[in-house]
């Protein structure tokens, strides 16, 4: 089982930044896929914002490359999403998840099939004005 407990976020300008973190606690060993997914409204699909894989290799969606970066901090069991150059198309429920998957590379694969996530947290709202 892994927790998974978000903070940050709130609300900003257009130009703006904000940082996001996750404390991971339960299992976090082993090939462990973490990542930040948005819902923009409830109902729609969740996107994919950005995925670590356990090699600590990353991926993006296309909206958010070059603005957001997906970090974590193994020490602090702490996973974080660095938002610059906010948007009011970025203003969204972001959420933080974790998946198993049984090949490292499968968590990039994750990113566009948010269902394969096994563990969410309850997610936290984020809002740009323009």
């Known amino acids: 089982q892994v927790q998974l407990a978000e903070s940050g976020g709130g609300s900003a300008e257009s130009g703006g930044s904000l940082r996001l973190a996750c404390k991971i606690s339960g299992r976090t060993s082993g090939n462990l896929c973490m990542g930040w997914f948005r819902q923009a409204r409830r109902g729609n699909e969740r996107e994919g914002v950005a995925v670590l894989a356990g090699d600590g290799s990353t991926s993006y969606a296309d909206s958010v490359k070059g603005r957001f970066t997906i970090s974590r901090n193994n020490a602090q069991n702490t996973l974080y999403l660095q938002m610059n150059s906010l948007g009011p198309d970025d203003t969204a429920m972001y959420f933080c998840?974790?998946?198993?998957?049984?090949?490292?590379?499968?968590?990039?694969?994750?990113?566009?099939?948010?269902?394969?996530?096994?563990?969410w947290g309850k997610g936290l709202r984020v809002t740009v004005s323009a």
């Open positions: 998840a974790a998946g198993m998957p049984v090949l490292v590379d499968g968590c990039h694969n994750y990113r566009t099939h948010y269902h394969a996530m096994d563990y």
